[in-house]
């Protein structure tokens, strides 16, 4: 061997390698072998060369080379192999249940205090001690279960993003958790290539006031991080505070600043909860001592402890009343049939009581008040719930309230007749002896005043709606003066085209639109003006319902973006890219 050679090309031409700096040891690459620390000396090395391995004496020292390249390759396909069946199986196990924490809205310590130690107790009882122990290199501390949350709500809204092309509508609504900083939501519609998608685009925390220019300043941020147009905003829906709505100052005025073209809708779950509202002063009176006589009650808990043993010892069917709130949108329709069931046993409670509420239940006209505002409470919830719902459009939207205003027209021509059958509280009620003349003329004139309030927030529902026949349906269609003769021409094309008719009858209407705009653009393209628009807020307060289900009390210092996205969000994380970008490591 020539003097020019450097020890470490020597200490791989005698076959061997090093497997550590601390302590230093050699490992021979031929045949596995370890030696000791008193064997580094370069003679007892080759030495080990002349007896075991003879046959590789005197070779080519790329011979020596390529059989050390080998070596660690096979060492590096079994690390990989090693890491493939243990580390990567518990990163993505660790992923999966994050997820699962995640969409049940649990606390992410769940999982370290409860979840693992109780699936090693199943494993220990049900398989055997192998299972048991890969159990417990799944990571699921903490802090792993938020980094993976995060990863997930992050890549969520990538995906969103992503999805975003020439045309979206938006849905924002904002709300106050449970320490008061204020949250804003925003839900994105979009076209796709065979239908119209809806998911969360993002929440935000307010910081300081909540201004329309300061709930812009925070959206308008979030475009431009990720590359979005405001011109490729078509509509937006909200609720009208001043803070939305206002002509100056408000969200919609400065979004028109950036985009002239975009379109305001007021959610239509609002407009109907403001049109019902409103009453006369002798239905208010009433719907006011109701909820005294229910806070009496109810917000002393000896009170509730003595009604709800009394309703039993009475054989009521239920045993309790609810509590009044105003936010909530059927919360008027149900403690009001609560306490017109639970009437009589109510009456006996305040007497027993002494209470000056008692009196109101003696009252036979009082109680025919209170009968006709839980009936009709009850049919104004039937619409709110009919309203509510995920995919919903400004089209089907419209001809619920359209339906109730035709109803509401009946029932007020029965009800000046005399016919109460349509609220059969009242009717059971004014079977006994009752004046029936004063009860009449309340009803009639409720009636008359809720449908006048529909009316100023529905302005020509009716109208609106008949003009969107052609989207509804384009085989019944009509000539109509408001589509340009271009698109008349092209929708009677549509409307002979039989294919098109089984696509029709086989999909939604969304499907069968986008479908449609592949062959026919123009056509299509107005057609999904119509569909693209949220009609109302519903998905952002769904939202805030699992807001508050997340941060509460005992978390109200919880960093709520990414836990409500994944918590919420109809798009499921790429786990095959976040397991590729993560790094496996077992719990120690």
């Not at 490992?27 to 060369?49: E, I, T, V, Y």
């Not at 239905?283 to 006589?293: A, E, F, Q, R, S």
């Not at 419209?398 to 009800?415: M, P, T």
Request: glycine share 4%.
């Amino acid at each position: 061997m020539s003097h020019s050679t450097s020890y470490s090309e020597e200490y791989v031409l005698i076959g061997f390698t090093s497997t550590s700096c601390h302590p230093p040891k050699a490992l021979c690459f031929f045949c596995g072998d370890r030696l000791a620390n008193s064997s580094m000396k370069p003679a007892h090395l080759q030495r080990h060369l002349n007896t075991k391995h003879a046959g590789h004496v005197g070779k080519a020292p790329e011979f020596f080379k390529r059989k050390l390249f080998e070596f660690r390759s096979s060492q590096d396909t079994m690390r990989k192999a090693s890491t493939s069946t243990t580390s990567a199986k518990a990163l993505e196990a660790s992923f999966e249940v994050s997820l699962l924490i995640a969409q049940a809205k649990k606390p992410f310590s769940i999982a370290e205090d409860l979840l693992l130690p109780a699936a090693v107790k199943l494993a220990e009882i049900m398989l055997d001690t192998t299972a048991t122990e890969k159990l417990k290199t799944v990571p699921l501390s903490i802090d792993t279960v938020c980094r993976r949350i995060d990863a997930m709500g992050t890549d969520i809204v990538e995906q969103v993003v992503g999805k975003l092309s020439d045309s979206f509508s938006l849905q924002l609504d904002e709300s106050t958790d449970v320490s008061g900083n204020d949250q804003l939501v925003a839900f994105v519609r979009y076209i796709d290539t065979d239908d119209i998608y809806e998911h969360i685009l993002f929440c935000k925390a307010l910081e300081g006031k909540t201004t329309g220019e300061d709930i812009f300043d925070v959206v308008n941020t979030f475009f431009c991080e990720n590359g979005m147009s405001w011109k490729s905003c078509s509509s937006i829906c909200t609720d009208a505070a001043a803070s939305m709505t206002g002509s100056t100052r408000g969200l919609i005025a400065c979004i028109k600043k950036e985009n002239p073209d975009v379109k305001w809708t007021h959610c239509v779950i609002h407009r109907e909860a403001l049109a019902s509202k409103r009453m006369s002063p002798v239905l208010h009176d009433v719907l006011n001592d109701c909820i005294k006589v229910i806070n009496f009650i109810k917000s002393r808990p000896r009170n509730a402890r003595l009604f709800r043993r009394l309703c039993e010892n009475m054989g009521a069917e239920h045993t309790q009343l609810l509590l009044h709130t105003e936010v909530r949108w059927l919360s008027r329709g149900r403690i009001l049939n609560r306490l017109y069931e639970l009437r009589s046993e109510v009456q006996t409670f305040l007497i027993e009581h002494s209470s000056p509420h008692a009196t109101l239940f003696q009252d036979t006209d009082w109680i025919a008040k209170m009968a006709y505002l839980a009936d009709i409470f009850s049919k104004l919830n039937e619409l709110n719930m009919s309203l509510q719902g995920k995919d919903t459009s400004l089209l089907n939207l419209y001809d619920k309230v359209d339906g109730f205003l035709k109803k509401a027209e009946l029932w007020r021509r029965a009800s000046s007749q005399g016919d109460f059958t349509c609220f059969p509280q009242v009717n059971a009620f004014l079977c006994e002896d009752v004046d029936r003349a004063s009860v009449k003329l309340l009803i009639v004139g409720h009636l008359n005043n809720l449908i006048e309030n529909f009316h100023s927030y529905f302005p020509d529902i009716e109208e609106k709606s008949k003009q969107l026949d052609w989207v509804r349906n384009p085989f019944l269609f009509s000539e109509t003066n408001k589509l340009p003769v271009t698109n008349q021409e092209t929708l009677l094309d549509v409307s002979s085209d039989r294919g098109l008719r089984i696509k029709f009858d086989t999909s939604t209407l969304t499907q069968f639109w986008v479908c449609v705009k592949q062959e026919h653009p123009d056509l299509g393209h107005k057609a999904l003006e119509s569909l693209l628009p949220f009609a109302s807020t519903y998905l952002c307060e769904a939202t805030f319902s699992a807001m508050s289900v997340i941060k509460t009390k005992q978390r109200n210092r919880l960093s709520l973006e990414k836990s409500l996205i994944t918590a919420v969000a109809s798009l499921s994380p790429r786990m095959t890219k976040l397991l590729s970008e993560a790094q496996p490591q077992v719990s120690h």
